[in-house]
């Protein structure tokens, strides 16, 4: 039987932040979350999460499931002080308590498993996650003896001799949950930041074992800002490392961000200073930048992007976008279609081929095949109070400098005028015009010669 419990009732004092330290993100996910998500994949029967500071925050950024459990620490007395308010609250001490400290966020589960293995084939009273750091500054220094955890110094505890150990506490710890249980009350605040620590437990346990990892980036502590950047580089790295060995060419990666949950297709171009986030799907033969910005969007097959932001849209396969041009949420762009420069288009159908090459606004509208909207078009979709729709044919003319006023429906193979501001539906086929005509006055100026 697994419970898990996760330390995350500390302020984070070091971020210098009002936000809770575990709801730091990394890669658009919270630290918190990273470490549940990889706990969640050893099917615990329990997950404890210790809250203090902020406890209300830190809940409610969590996604929920049966299994978890928040348990209040109140005052935060130190890490071995959370395990000993878990330890009042549950009276079933069975089985493996396995204890993650909320800060070390990219741990996976394939060495979480590999600890709990370790655990029983040593029949430990505690297993420890230990790493030699090239600089271990910050850590709880491991000592061991015969084999054994005979302690761990914090940092601040350790003299000019200890602090040259580069064995590091990970903080991830393996229990048997029974035999914690005996000790945990014991726990003294005898050091120099007037915790209970956790880690003196090693000390108080009999068979305490360290499981040695090499130190390959996952077993990284987020205490300030700094290490916090770290971590998201090597989330990065090995994101774009991914992409560039199933044939993904960066131009220049280390200007470029990768949420790891996007997909990207073959012979995709990446240039440089181009951010792909949330949970994007780039499909082959795309190119993609520079400095194009896309969340939460499909592209297809053989897209050019350049220069442009994108939100939650689709876009199909042939479609040009920019330079300059801004995709809002819910837009569909058809195959073939073309955005240009300075066009802002919003909660839109565009066919296949429909075009807007330049400087206008599109929003709330559907517009039919192969419609050419002119230069600075404007659906005028708001009254004030509400948003309205505009509906174009297709085959269409837009005219530069048409004003749509919404809501508004035309037919197809319609044109307009360029100037115009049309406020009334018009058919199949028709001419929409709506300007003053224009008069020429001759002799405007005297002749001077
Ligand atoms: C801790 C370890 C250190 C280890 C390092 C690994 C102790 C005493 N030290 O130090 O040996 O090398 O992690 O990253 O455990 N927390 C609570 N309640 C509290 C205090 C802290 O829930 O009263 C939580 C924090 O929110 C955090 C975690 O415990 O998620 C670790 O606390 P932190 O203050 O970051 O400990 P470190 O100094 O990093
Ligand atoms: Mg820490």
Not at 20 to 32: A, C, D, E, N, R
Not at 152 to 162: F, P
Not at 331 to 346: H, Q
Not at 396 to 413: E, M, Q, R, Y
Request: with cysteine.
């Amino acid at each position: 039987m697994l419970t898990v419990a996760i330390l995350a009732a500390g302020k984070g004092t070091r971020m210098a932040s009002s936000l809770p330290k575990v709801l730091h993100k990394l890669s658009g996910k919270t630290l918190l979350q990273r470490v549940l998500d990889s706990c969640n994949e050893l099917n615990p029967n329990k997950v404890f999460i210790i809250v203090g500071h902020k406890s209300k925050e830190v809940e409610d950024s969590v996604i929920k499931s049966k299994k978890i459990h928040f348990i209040v620490q109140e005052p935060q007395r130190g890490t071995g002080h959370a395990i000993q308010i878990l330890s009042k609250q549950v009276k079933k001490y069975k089985g493996k308590l396995l204890v993650l400290n909320g800060d070390v966020p990219l741990i996976k589960s394939e060495t979480l498993r590999k600890l709990l293995n370790f655990h029983d084939s040593r029949n430990a009273d505690v297993s420890l996650i230990t790493t030699k750091k090239k600089n271990p500054h910050g850590y709880g220094r491991v000592f061991i003896k015969d084999n054994l955890i005979e302690n761990i110094i914090e940092e601040k505890d350790c003299d000019d001799y200890q602090r040259k150990n580069s064995l590091i506490n990970a903080g991830i710890y393996c229990f048997s949950w029974m035999t914690l249980s005996k000790i945990i009350n014991s726990l003294k605040s005898n050091n120099k930041q007037n915790e209970i620590y956790l880690t003196d437990t090693l000390t108080l346990l009999k068979n305490s074992y360290s499981l040695e990892i090499e130190d390959n980036g996952e077993l990284q502590g987020i205490n300030n800002r700094l290490q916090l950047s770290k971590c998201e580089e090597t989330i990065q790295i090995s994101t774009k490392e991914k992409h560039m060995i199933s044939g993904v060419t960066f131009i220049n990666p280390a200007s470029c961000t990768i949420s790891e949950e996007s997909v990207i297709g073959t012979d995709v171009i990446i240039e440089a200073n181009t951010h792909i986030r949330g949970k994007s799907k780039i499909s082959n033969n795309c190119k993609i930048g520079p400095n194009t910005f896309i969340q939460d969007t499909v592209v297809n097959e053989n897209c050019e992007i350049i220069n442009s932001t994108i939100f939650d849209s689709k876009i199909m396969d042939h479609v040009k976008i920019g330079p300059y041009s801004h995709i809002r949420p819910n837009c569909e762009i058809s195959s073939f279609g073309k955005i240009g420069n300075f066009v802002e288009i919003k909660n839109c159908q565009l066919d296949e081929k429909v075009k807007v090459n330049h400087l206008s606004y599109i929003g709330d509208s559907k517009v039919g095949e192969h419609t050419n909207i002119g230069a600075g078009t404007i659906t005028a979709n708001f009254d004030g109070l509400k948003k309205h729709h505009t509906n174009i044919g297709k085959n269409s003319s837009i005219g530069a400098n048409t004003v749509f006023v919404a809501p508004i429906n035309l037919g197809d193979s319609v044109t307009t005028g360029a100037g115009s501001v049309i406020t009334k539906d018009s058919k199949n086929n028709s001419l929409a015009i709506s300007r003053s005509k224009q008069i020429n006055i001759e002799n405007w100026k005297k002749n001077e010669s």
